[in-house]
């Protein structure tokens, strides 16, 4: 079956602090992993895509395809990262993605 | 830049009476698709679109969903007979190719009562 897991509903870090973003997933065959932000007041946002292997804001994220996981990070956590982030995974051939149910990031001053 | 918009933002109905959810997709995306968002739930892909017809839909988009592009630039959601499992969020979202990057718009909250 494809699934997304993001374990923690809430991460709640000072800023400064260390951020780490748990996803793992279940897929037979290899998906296309993403990250998606919402900011308050804002529509849903590609933040980055493993195939693009690219830091956005400060955010990476590492395919690990024997853990099956593609947890977000980031060295030092500003206030403007607050947002509900969400991991998903599409296939090469299909069209849908499929989305974890999300990590609200909260950033402490 | 361009964005996907969707109307309207909040759309209250009563239980077994049609609705139809509007959507203006990225001018020159091919590709259209519909999630929603049940409160407190994941959000749940319905169905893709492409060269007007449905490319692939999920278990939720039964016989009361139905999908339309009737001109070059709506995309439309049709619910037959709502149910109050119908209340959701409600996403459109478009993109270039199948696998280039997919733009949300801001979503109709729709309300089943």
């Known amino acids: 079956a494809q699934r997304v897991t993001q374990p923690e509903k809430l991460l709640s870090v000072f800023k400064g602090a260390p951020v780490e973003l748990k996803c793992n997933y279940s897929?037979?065959?290899?998906?296309?992993l993403f990250w998606y932000v919402q900011y308050s007041r804002q529509r849903l946002q590609l933040l980055l895509r493993h195939i693009s292997r690219e830091s956005i804001k400060g955010f990476t994220a590492d395919l690990n395809k024997g853990e099956t996981s593609f947890h977000l990070k980031k060295p030092f956590a500003q206030e403007e990262d607050s947002a509900m982030y969400y991991c998903a995974l599409s296939s090469v051939s299909a069209s849908k993605i499929i989305f974890g149910s999300g990590t609200r990031l909260s950033i402490r001053p | 830049e361009p964005e996907v918009t969707q109307t309207p933002s909040h759309q209250v109905t009563q239980m077994g009476q049609e609705v139809i959810l509007r959507c203006v997709p990225i001018s020159n995306h091919l590709y259209f698709y519909w999630y929603r968002q049940i409160l407190g739930q994941k959000v749940e892909f319905l169905v893709s679109?492409?060269?007007?017809?449905?490319?692939?839909k999920s278990e939720i988009f039964d016989d009361q969903f139905s999908v339309e592009r009737p001109d070059g630039s709506n995309f439309t959601l049709k619910i037959r007979s709502t149910k109050l499992e119908d209340s959701a969020m409600y996403f459109c979202?478009?993109?270039?190719?199948?696998?280039?990057?997919?733009?949300f718009g801001d979503g109709t909250r729709l309300s089943i009562l």
């Open positions: 979202a478009s993109s270039e190719g199948v696998n280039q990057p997919q733009h």
């Open positions: 897929y037979s065959g290899s998906p296309e």
């Open positions: 679109f492409y060269n007007n017809e449905i490319s692939e």
